[in-house]
């Protein structure tokens, strides 16, 4: 005879992350935040140009529903009742622009991903039609005009993509970013799909006036955008829709944010003042700045941070962004070859205990904060006859702790309060060598969350506190303990200040490489079959040689 179900000790919340790299589902425990069961799948890219990347939107929903079916068998296998899941929380990446045909359900071009830079020349034409006196893109947004964010990929498309001209011309055509076409597939799709987004996400489109809370026509006409095929705009914990189909059917998604956002809420970053930084595939420092927004001075974004509930305040954040974190140990991987897998990075920088010299700015798409310069390419310089694969593995790590000292820098001048420590999250934190160089770049102790799955917990809370759900307090005094990991700074501060300081000359010489931007058609080029980075290991090999390149690596 077959045992009972059980209920695991409470209710239960699920929790989607849609991420760069990955999809991933995961089942906590609304009391005590346990994490019950996950299943995660791993997503490719495209690469038809240099610069441009692009990922199948319909890839991403299928891998979604793989999770979350996966997830549900596992917890089966555990004896745990599913029917006591009581909602389902979205966390996403951000900015990713996708546009479909609501009629067939239908994506009507790839996904253009937050990393893409093929619109730099749209970004420069755009920028000349602002006011020097008014600049009001930022005034309304938070945002620098960047190929970052979501307006400009849904130009190109709009420009680019015969199909999705003609679906729009017929009132066809939705946009969302990756959250809202994942809630409208989930929720029915072409069978009464809901279209919405929440206002995390729809904070990094360059389209939503982020003190009005609501689509701005003044931006949507700048960027000659048209308003119907937005989404509508709800908080980040509230009832959208219920599952449609599959094991989880009939259950709410009631909580959405975007994965940075998400992040904060995990960490429980509830009051001014607080910050996390998250080291994924890029690195993301958001700091909360309670109901106000902060403008930065120092090239930092201002962002809505959450807002969880339809009749809750809206809190902001202060956010430093940068485009290649963990993707600088892919590129290892995946274009040099020198590591067979990502956590090979660790030991090899272990052995090295040293870049001796070797400075790596991993400038793949440009530098993000606080420099904004679309036209930096990434450089590894400082090599000698004695470096080898090991220091450059340190060096690429320590690229990832000197951008985050970047923004930190940037972050305390904004806000005249330096922070007394970094709380970290994000799937590099299990990296303990990056971790203490961390610690040592920015001289202050890092605390790494021991729970590694912090943007899925921001996202279940949202979702079980949402009203109507209720299974997940938010009170102070309700929410559980993380245990944390702390990592104290091991060198003088002397020495971390000549080698940011040598950093900072590495950097201002990645800069001014782009002198032209591709062109922005779809139609093919020379260049269609060319990996991202490519043209960073040509550049190496013209100026020290094929010979010694291969020497180096051996």
Request: aromatic fraction near 10%; hydrophobic fraction near 40%; glycine fraction near 8%.
């Amino acid at each position: 005879m077959a045992a009972p179900k059980t209920a695991a000790g409470g209710p239960l919340v699920g929790a989607v992350v849609q991420g760069t790299d990955y999809s991933n589902f995961v089942v906590f425990n609304s009391k005590t935040s346990e994490v019950l069961s996950h299943h995660r799948v791993g997503l490719t890219q495209e690469f038809p140009k240099e610069g441009w990347i692009e990922q199948d939107p319909k890839q991403i929903l299928q891998s979604v529903n793989e999770c979350i079916e996966k997830t549900c068998e596992k917890l089966q296998e555990l004896n745990i009742d599913i029917s006591n899941i009581k909602a389902i929380g979205v966390s996403n990446q951000r900015e990713t622009t996708v546009v479909w045909d609501k009629l067939t359900g239908e994506p009507l071009y790839n996904a253009v991903m937050w990393l893409d830079v093929r619109t730099q020349s749209t970004v420069e034409t755009l920028s000349k039609k602002i006011p020097g006196n008014n600049n009001f893109v930022k005034s309304k947004t938070g945002l620098p005009l960047s190929t970052y964010f979501s307006a400009v990929k849904l130009r190109w498309i709009l420009d680019n993509v015969r199909k999705a001209q003609k679906a729009v011309e017929e009132g066809r055509a939705l946009f969302g970013t990756i959250d809202s076409w994942l809630i409208w597939s989930l929720t029915g799709g072409v069978d009464g799909g809901i279209h919405c987004t929440d206002v995390t996400n729809a904070s990094r489109t360059m389209l939503f006036n982020i003190h009005s809370l609501e689509w701005d026509k003044e931006l949507c006409d700048f960027f000659e955008i048209p308003m119907d095929i937005l989404p509508n705009i709800w908080s980040s914990s509230e009832i959208y829709g219920r599952m449609k189909t599959g094991a989880l059917e009939g259950v709410p998604i009631s909580g959405c944010l975007g994965d940075q956002s998400a992040a904060l809420v995990g960490q429980m970053c509830f009051q001014e003042g607080q910050a996390k930084n998250t080291y994924g595939t890029g690195c993301f420092l958001l700091y909360n700045t309670g109901h106000k927004c902060v403008f930065s001075e120092c090239g930092l974004l201002t962002t809505v941070a959450y807002k969880l509930g339809k009749n809750k305040p809206v809190f902001y954040a202060l956010e430093g962004s940068v485009a290649i974190g963990g993707a600088v140990v892919h590129w290892l991987r995946d274009n040099l070859g020198i590591i067979k897998t990502s956590e090979e990075s660790e030991k090899l920088a272990k052995e090295a205990g040293t870049s001796y010299g070797c400075y790596f700015i991993p400038a793949f798409s440009g530098l993000y904060a606080p420099y904004w310069e679309p036209t930096a390419r990434g450089i590894i310089c400082g090599l000698t006859q004695f470096t080898n694969k090991s220091h450059i593995a340190f060096a690429a790590l320590e690229a990832i702790c000197f951008q985050t000292r970047e923004i930190l820098d940037a972050m305390n001048r904004d806000c005249g309060i330096p922070l007394s420590h970094l709380q970290v999250d994000g799937e590099m934190t299990s990296n303990k060598v990056l971790m203490q160089l961390q610690a040592d770049i920015l001289h202050i102790p890092v605390i790494k969350a021991s729970m590694p799955e912090t943007m899925a917990l921001g996202a279940a809370m949202a979702a079980g506190a949402a009203e109507g759900v209720n299974v997940w307090s938010l009170k102070p005094e309700d929410l559980s303990t993380i245990i944390m990991e702390r990592f104290e700074p091991q060198i003088k501060a002397t020495e971390s200040e000549i080698r940011y300081s040598t950093w900072k000359k590495a950097v201002m010489k990645s800069m001014g490489w782009v002198t032209g931007q591709p062109s922005e058609s779809s139609e093919s080029n020379n260049f269609s079959s060319l990996p991202l980075g490519f043209f960073i290991v040509t550049s190496m090999i013209m100026l020290i040689g094929a010979r010694y390149i291969s020497s180096i690596f051996s």
